[in-house]
């Protein structure tokens, strides 16, 4: 009998990612599962044919064999298919995890209410000064979390008492369902796949294992960062379960606004009003910058809008100290108001100075 191709079984291309096999296997999985069409032979057969064009598929070597040499190549390798007449739990034992991926149950296989599972992970905002950017900062921060139970040190059950076996699965965890050729291996709905249940739940923890609490932690917070960036903190999410890694604590910082400076990158925005007597003489002036003040000459005749550069006044880049932005200093030219009488007669003098000025160079002062 010749066997159909296992990319025409599955629907895909001969250059279909893992990914997309993936996809097509659940898909097929899900239609022609014996469970879902008892009695139908025919869904069966599809059944069967993906499952085998699966497992070759998804195996890099398989998939090399057979991409070069067909089904003969498999047959020189030793496998020969799937016999569903004499299944073994062995075969069916290789796609456990495939199927509890898929549809969140194991067909044979160990308990998997048991295994290690790693903690969820946690996260929370922190809002931090802008000026604090500059130098970085530590910061203690209150995490709520679960924790293990201090009343029955996780045991879920009243002190003096213990979980007892689930009589349901007899403590496996998993109870097995029989149709037909296969067998499936779900989840015992009474412990959940503990393997256990409590008759007498703990009064603190209501028989859940872990309490809900409030820890300090410290966290460092590098010089640089921006509003927005994430922080991880490795380990100080929830708490594993059965002897799994704790989860991780995600930071998500707010940059709070500064009422002075505005940032550019790793560059400093500001602005510095000064008169218009010293923008036309020339001026020292002190400007804000976030180490203290620092000296700025403005040089005669500076116009509104002129910016000045401070170097390496700004922000460190993140995780490079060495280097560090500059700030940007933009001049505003006050324009006086509430001038007295005598102002007014001075800054009327300096007009008729300088239109005489004008005067004498004739018209070519326009093209100068």
């Not at 001969?14 to 069409?37: M, V």
């Not at 059944?47 to 040499?69: G, I, N, T």
Request: glycine share 12%; aromatic share 8%.
């Amino acid at each position: 009998m010749v066997k159909k191709d296992y990319y025409e079984i599955l629907g895909v291309s001969r250059k279909a990612s893992p990914e997309e096999i993936k996809k097509a296997y659940r898909k097929s999985a899900l239609q022609f599962h014996p469970d879902r069409n008892r009695g139908d032979k025919g869904a069966e057969e599809k059944f069967k044919e993906a499952s085998e064009a699966y497992e070759v598929l998804s195996d890099p070597q398989k998939r090399d064999l057979y991409d070069h040499y067909g089904h003969a190549g498999l047959q020189n390798s030793g496998f020969t298919g799937f016999s569903f007449d004499d299944l073994t739990s062995e075969i069916f034992g290789s796609f456990s995890d495939i199927f509890y991926d898929f549809f969140g149950f194991g067909m044979g296989g160990g308990s998997r209410g048991f295994r290690p599972r790693r903690g969820a992970d946690i996260e929370q905002t922190l809002e931090i000064e802008f000026r604090d950017v500059a130098t970085g900062i530590k910061k203690e921060i209150d995490v709520s979390r679960h924790d293990t139970c201090p009343t029955c040190n996780g045991e879920g059950a009243r002190p003096g008492t213990s979980p007892t076996i689930c009589p349901y699965c007899k403590g496996k965890g998993q109870v097995i369902h029989a149709q037909g050729f296969i067998s499936i291996q779900t989840t015992c709905p009474q412990c959940r796949g503990q393997g256990k249940v409590i008759k007498d739940p703990c009064p603190e923890c209501k028989g859940r294992k872990t309490i809900p609490v409030k820890k300090s932690i410290s966290i460092t917070i590098p010089p640089g960062v921006n509003h927005g960036c994430q922080l991880r903190i490795p380990g100080a999410g929830e708490k594993g379960m059965n002897g799994g890694p704790p989860g991780d604590l995600y930071i998500h910082l707010i940059v709070k606004e500064d009422d002075f400076f505005k940032r550019q990158g790793d560059d400093i925005l500001c602005e510095i009003p000064i008169s218009m007597v010293q923008a036309a003489l020339g001026a020292q002036i002190e400007v804000p910058t976030l180490n203290g003040n620092h000296p700025l000459k403005i040089p005669k005749g500076t116009q509104s809008g002129d910016l000045h550069k401070i170097k390496k006044a700004g922000f460190p880049r993140l995780r490079h100290d060495h280097f560090r932005g500059d700030q940007i200093v933009r001049i505003i030219v006050k324009t006086p108001t509430n001038l007295t009488k005598k102002q007014k007669e001075l800054l009327k003098e300096f007009e008729e100075i300088d239109q005489q000025k004008d005067d004498k160079k004739g018209v070519f002062h326009l093209f100068s």
